[in-house]
């Protein structure tokens, strides 16, 4: 299962991509809520979540996935359970994914000691203890998948489904939609 948390102000585009490339290619994916059955994006696009984060099963998870946005990557960092989530799965080899501004949480966090990563440009200084790569639109370094913005985030989600299922099925998923 992966789980792609949405916070509220989260950027649209690169949380619903990743999720409809991974539906796509056959991975089964949930869109999960910090609180509420809803969650309003940055653009005031709401999204209907598949379960809340107090009902995520970390047993089952194959990967997080943590977008960024206007303020949804700051509403993600100030909920220390989300925090907890990303170090367990860490502490168990699950993959971790997150774009634009996300990836600085990793980095707050003490994760991308390191470890090559992008983020949105211009907030490299973030990316506390890693190699950035600012030049690439997605960087995967071991378990760790990050992504530079909403323009990204094809990209990106590809890049879930090829660490997921390989790069045979990351190329159905491209070819399915003419990317």
């Given at each position: 299962?992966?789980?792609?948390?949405?916070?509220?102000?989260?950027?649209?585009?690169?949380?619903?991509?990743?999720?409809?490339?991974?539906?796509?290619?056959?991975?089964?994916?949930?869109?999960?809520?910090?609180?509420?059955?809803?969650v309003?994006g940055?653009?005031?696009?709401?999204?209907?979540?598949d379960?809340?984060?107090?009902?995520?099963?970390?047993s089952?998870?194959?990967?997080?996935?943590?977008?960024?946005?206007?303020?949804?990557?700051?509403?993600?960092?100030?909920?220390?359970?989300?925090?907890?989530?990303?170090?367990?799965?860490?502490?168990?080899?699950?993959w971790?994914?997150?774009?634009?501004?996300?990836?600085?949480?990793?980095?707050?966090?003490?994760?991308?000691?390191?470890?090559?990563?992008?983020?949105?440009?211009?907030?490299?200084?973030?990316?506390?203890?890693?190699?950035?790569?600012?030049?690439?639109?997605?960087?995967?370094?071991?378990?760790?998948?990050?992504?530079?913005a909403?323009?990204?985030?094809?990209?990106?989600?590809?890049?879930?489904?090829?660490?997921?299922?390989?790069?045979?099925?990351?190329?159905?998923?491209?070819?399915?939609i003419?990317?």
């Open positions: 299962m992966v789980y792609i948390l949405l916070a509220p102000g989260f950027e649209e585009a690169e949380a619903l991509v990743p999720a409809d490339l991974l539906r796509r290619a056959g991975i089964e994916t949930a869109l999960v809520s910090l609180a509420g059955d809803t309003a940055s653009h005031q696009i709401t999204v209907a979540a379960l809340a984060l107090d009902k995520l099963d970390l089952q998870a194959e990967m997080i996935v943590l977008p960024g946005g206007g303020p949804g990557w700051k509403n993600l960092g100030k909920e220390p359970r989300v925090e907890r989530l990303v170090r367990q799965a860490v502490e168990r080899d699950i971790v994914a997150a774009i634009c501004a996300a990836p600085t949480l990793l980095g707050r966090w003490g994760l991308l000691e390191g470890k090559h990563a992008v983020c949105f440009p211009g907030m490299e200084d973030g990316l506390t203890g890693a190699r950035a790569q600012m030049d690439q639109r997605v960087v995967a370094d071991g378990k760790l998948i990050t992504g530079r909403a323009g990204s985030a094809f990209d990106f989600g590809l890049a879930l489904v090829e660490a997921l299922k390989g790069k045979d099925e990351a190329g159905k998923a491209r070819e399915a003419h990317y």
